[in-house]
């Protein structure tokens, strides 16, 4: 595993692949995910060296906090854990954004319960709340940052205007935002807008701040992978199903773009899920790259992407796929 340090995180090795926990256990909505499963995948991340932990409040309504705090029992010295603030819910499990004072500081006071830690080293600003004055936001994470309870901060989905304005109130550390192979500028996910574009703006950004950027969703949800067709389907069990991106002539698109990246795959001699992950190490600023997986054999493959370095060539293929069908 390689490990990348940020002037914005000076203290802090990341793993350049980490462990996103949307689809952690039997709660998180994701077809096929299992509690006891999930453990030993986490476990098997550890052995991997795979050091940087994302979940979130939201992620299984508390199940992947509750049983990541599981997993890492003996092993919270030996890793990054980061979660997120700003997504309540209610008894319909209808979500609402509220990054205000309250909201933040009970998100976090959770969050630390679930964990079975006194501190989170990274609390990201999950999505924007233009209803809460910044001030009062940043206002709740200068206490957490005094009190300890938070190590670091970072915003997710923010827009650029939004993050500077953060950042004059509160040091940023971290950005993590919409990015893979094919979706470099997007405008949305799962039908909400995104305020922000990933590579005109963000990386930029990143780079200009010394911030660590990190990317979700990184395999487009397994289409990187290589292992679906146009004719693949996500039944009413599976999130992905929430996605337009993963249906009718979008879903088409994307894939006919996969099936002339795969050759250049084949030519590299490595899987599709490895050169998609390598391709994001090697981008500017990126930082821990976010990639969720239900069982040990997936999350080792995928921190196996960490020793893989595409070659100037290969790179070049890649853009002229990606240039060709506007990507």
Same mark, same amino acid.
């Given at each position: 595993? %390689? ?27 994701? %077809?096929?995910? !299992?509690?006891? @499963? ?38 919270? !010295?030996?890793?990054? /854990? ?13 979500? %609402?954004? !509220? ?39 940043? %206002? ?18 923010? +827009? /650029? ?26 405008? +949305? ?5 995104? @305020? ?12 200009? *701040? ?6 979700? +969703? ?19 069990? !599976?999130?992905? +199903? ?6 009718? *002539? ?6 006919? #773009?996969? @099936? ?12 599709? *899920? ?11 600023? #990126?930082?821990? #790259? ?31 796929? /990606? ?5």
């Amino acid at each position: 595993m %390689r490990y990348k340090s940020f002037a914005a995180m000076p203290h802090t090795r990341l793993s350049v692949i980490g462990f996103g926990c949307w689809a952690l256990g039997e709660k998180s909505g994701w %077809r096929d995910s !299992d509690d006891a @499963e999930s453990i030993a995948t986490v476990h098997k991340a550890l052995e991997c060296g795979v050091t940087f932990f994302d979940t979130a409040p939201v992620y299984g309504f508390n199940g992947s906090e509750t049983l990541l705090g599981k997993a890492l029992k003996g092993h919270r !010295d030996s890793v990054t /854990l980061a979660s997120k603030c700003g997504m309540l819910w209610d008894e319909n499990r209808t979500i %609402r954004r !509220d990054l205000s004072y309250a909201a933040v500081r009970g998100d976090v006071e959770g969050s630390l319960r679930r964990l079975q830690t006194d501190h989170l080293d990274l609390l990201q600003l999950h999505w924007p709340d233009h209803a809460v004055p910044l001030e009062e936001t940043a %206002r709740a994470l200068h206490e957490l940052l005094a009190e300890g309870k938070i190590r670091a901060v970072g915003v997710s989905n923010f +827009s /650029l205007a939004d993050s500077r304005a953060m950042q004059r109130l509160v040091p940023l550390s971290t950005y993590q935002g919409l990015y893979n192979l094919l979706e470099r500028n997007p405008e +949305s996910y799962h039908n909400i807008e995104l @305020e922000y574009r990933t590579e005109r703006e963000i990386l930029p950004y990143c780079l200009e *701040t010394g911030m660590a950027f990190l990317p979700y +969703s990184p395999l487009f949800q397994g289409i990187l992978t290589g292992r679906f067709t146009a004719h693949s389907t996500f039944g009413a069990d !599976d999130v992905r +199903s929430a996605n337009p991106n993963l249906a009718g *002539t979008a879903f088409a698109r994307y894939m006919a #773009v996969c @099936e002339q990246l795969k050759p250049i795959a084949v030519e590299a001699g490595i899987s599709m *899920t490895h050169m998609a992950l390598a391709w994001l190490c090697q981008q500017p600023a #990126v930082g821990p #790259v976010i990639c969720g997986a239900h069982r040990p054999d997936q999350i080792a493959d995928n921190a196996a992407a960490a020793d893989v370095l595409l070659s100037a060539e290969t790179l070049t293929k890649i853009q002229e796929v /990606l240039k060709k069908n506007a990507m």
